[in-house]
């Protein structure tokens, strides 16, 4: 028979997408195929996107369309004759043919392209060294005009210029977004190979509505949402005899739920249903003191090799790898990591990753005689400092804390050059990037906002100049390594060297 | 060295080379290297360790990286660590000059630039020159020469880059 899936908000909130229709069809029919197709966007397929599913069932149409959420009058039998009920140990003898609608799938194929990552990798490269260019470019044209040379004509090809170069870009951004869906597909296949090693029962929920994240970060992404899955599995749930026993519904839930948080950053949430983290066991383990708030849990957590539990089981082994999580999404996306536990009743990740890496809108600024840039993304706003204004409260340490007012608010500023431990010497600040870390307001003092211009950002790949609060470098025009600040890494840096 | 020699029927055996075979011509008999010159001395890396010379006109200083690393350079489009050998090696470090250098190496997946006083030349030294080092010179256990050369007047200490390179001196070696 032929039925078809459409993935929409309603389906998601029923907890329908077409890995769990995958799931739950296959428990009633054979499934010969999923056939993805593209359809018009409309108010029931927001999404552009349609599964066509071809089965091979004895199951009634009402139990197939049930499983699906789709009306029993969708699904369609491509048989005359009845379907033979099939021994579900024997292998059915699959027949499919059906023209018409092979027909139909055809065309809709022929519209997608499968293409290398190395070469849409390619195509970014050579706009990255065209930004380059063109930010070299700018820079003669100011000499020219420096030089009391007339550039207005070339001031406005350059403004167009910059505007294609912007288009273009986003273009290429766009080729390279895969669904976040796709990239959760493959976790239900992990659940399956641990639900089996840990005989405990756990479902998993995703929904990962339309979201759309740019394949490098998806890769990046993936390891990270395993080690995850791994521990809720492994450490979160409890076994279903002490399910039962704390009144629980045995199977335990795992739900997965991706949401963009801004147009720049992806939020997703990792959340079970288990017995929450051990605070006393993580304290002791860590061997320092039992740790008060979710935050300082979470640091502790990560701490490298750090497990919860004493013997090394099959699936996470000692560690429960969440310094890895945290050097994915913090250290390799700079994203951000949080995390709510609660005894008895679970635990949720939060996490924030941007959406594309590499191209950034960026602010460049001077600190302490070096140019820098930081990401605009990260930034919440520019605050102008009288240091005349700014007041420091007692501190026996050497970088003091200063605080500044914003709009009757007291806000903590930190000498973003001390911060770095730059050893130039400090000069009059004069400017603040406010940020948010952990929800609150922190702002880097600094000599100058200077611009905001496109930055390549490249990784510092070695160890040797791997420093928190530096994400990479960039080549502003000038054919030298700018290096590009990551304040929310900053900010945890310096959070560690307080506590 | 060793070669397959498949017999008759169809098995494949192993067979050693034994001790009185002479080693393939050439092979192994001498060494490429590139010299360069930090203070007073002559150091050499293997030619197949280096990728390329540059010469040297600043890096960018990375703040929080460790002492002996000068900054970034970016060379064709990949961002490298500086790492200055005077300040490696303990030698004041002197004035920057024109005959400055940066030799870019490669050990597995890292690239380093190192920063030398000078470089300009690929020397082919024979494997039956080079010595180890004795141990006093190596008294900070950090295993930074691999070998001496001793090629008439001239003494050519021969580099560990993956010894120079690592991130913190091992301990207790």
């Known amino acids: 028979m032929h039925a078809t899936f459409t993935p929409s908000p309603k389906q998601a909130e029923r907890g329908l997408n077409i890995t769990a229709v995958r799931e739950r069809v296959a428990a009633l029919a054979e499934i010969v195929q999923v056939l993805p197709l593209a359809v018009p966007p409309s108010p029931d397929a927001p999404g552009g996107l349609s599964f066509a599913l071809l089965l091979v069932t004895a199951a009634p149409d009402l139990d197939i369309a049930a499983a699906i959420g789709i009306d029993a009058s969708d699904v369609r039998q491509l048989d005359s004759a009845p379907v033979e009920p099939v021994p579900s140990d024997a292998a059915p003898a699959v027949v499919v043919d059906e023209p018409e609608l092979l027909d139909e799938v055809a065309p809709q194929r022929l519209r997608f392209v499968r293409v290398d990552v190395a070469r849409l990798d390619d195509a970014m490269e050579h706009l990255s060294t065209l930004i380059v260019t063109r930010s070299r470019l700018a820079r003669a044209v100011a000499g020219l005009r420096a030089a009391g040379v007339q550039t207005r004509e070339l001031a406005e090809v350059l403004r167009d210029n910059g505007r294609q170069l912007r288009d273009l870009r986003a273009s290429i951004l766009r080729v390279r977004m895969v669904p976040v869906a796709e990239v959760l597909d493959r976790l239900p296949l992990v659940l399956r190979g641990l639900r089996r090693e840990s005989g405990k029962q756990v479902r998993l929920l995703v929904e990962a509505g339309n979201a759309e994240v740019d394949k490098g970060v998806a890769e990046r992404l993936f390891p990270a949402l395993v080690h995850l899955v791994r521990n809720a599995v492994d450490h979160a749930i409890e076994a279903p005899e002490l399910r039962a026993r704390l009144g629980k519904p045995e199977e335990g839930t795992l739900r997965i739920t991706v949401g963009s948080h801004s147009n720049a950053r992806l939020e997703l949430t990792v959340s079970d249903d288990g017995g929450g983290v051990d605070r006393a066991a993580v304290a002791r383990r860590a061997g320092g003191e039992l740790p008060s708030t979710d935050d300082t849990l979470l640091d502790a957590l990560c701490r490298a090799g750090l497990s919860t539990r004493d013997e090394a089981t099959m699936t996470s082994g000692r560690g429960m790898g969440m310094d890895i999580v945290k050097r994915i999404v913090v250290d390799q996306l700079g994203g951000e990591l949080s995390m709510k536990t609660e005894a008895g009743s679970g635990t949720v990740f939060t996490l924030r990753v941007p959406l594309t890496l590499t191209i950034v809108d960026a602010f460049t600024l001077d600190c302490r005689g070096q140019r820098f840039v930081v990401p605009v993304s990260s930034v919440e706003e520019i605050l102008e400092v009288d240091p005349a204004a700014v007041r420091f409260g007692p501190s026996s340490r050497a970088e003091r804390l200063g605080l500044i007012e914003r709009r009757g608010e007291a806000v903590p500023l930190v000498d973003l050059g001390g911060a770095l431990r730059m050893k130039a010497e400090a000069q009059a600040t004069r400017q603040a990037l406010l940020v948010r870390y952990r929800g609150e307001p922190l702002a880097f003092g600094l000599e100058r906002v200077i611009g905001q211009q496109e930055a390549v950002v490249r990784p510092l790949a070695d160890p040797l100049v791997q420093v928190a609060g530096i994400a990479g470098a960039t080549d502003l025009g000038d054919g030298r390594p700018t290096l590009v600040l990551d304040l929310y890494s900053l900010g945890a840096a310096l959070q560690e060297r307080a506590a | ?173």
């Open chain 2, 1 to 173: 060295m060793s070669a397959l020699v498949r017999a008759a029927g169809g098995s494949t055996e192993v067979r050693h080379r034994g001790p009185e075979e002479p080693a393939p011509a050439d092979a192994g008999a001498t060494l490429l290297c590139v010299v360069f010159r930090v203070g007073a001395s002559e150091y050499a890396l293997p030619a197949e360790t280096v990728l390329q010379m540059e010469s040297f006109e600043g890096a960018t200083p990375v703040p929080g990286a460790p002492p002996f690393i000068v900054g970034v350079v970016q060379v064709r489009g990949r961002i490298l660590p500086v790492l200055d050998l005077r300040l490696r090696f303990g030698v004041p470090v002197g004035e920057p000059s024109l005959e400055n250098r940066i030799v870019v190496g490669q050990v597995g997946e890292r690239v380093v630039a190192l920063l030398v006083d000078s470089a300009r030349e690929v020397l082919v030294i024979p494997r039956a020159e080079l010595k180890p080092p004795p141990a006093m010179l190596d008294g900070s256990g950090r295993g930074f020469v691999q070998a001496l050369a001793q090629l008439g007047p001239r003494l050519v200490m021969l580099l560990d880059f993956a010894r120079i390179i690592e991130e913190e001196d091992p301990h207790g070696v």
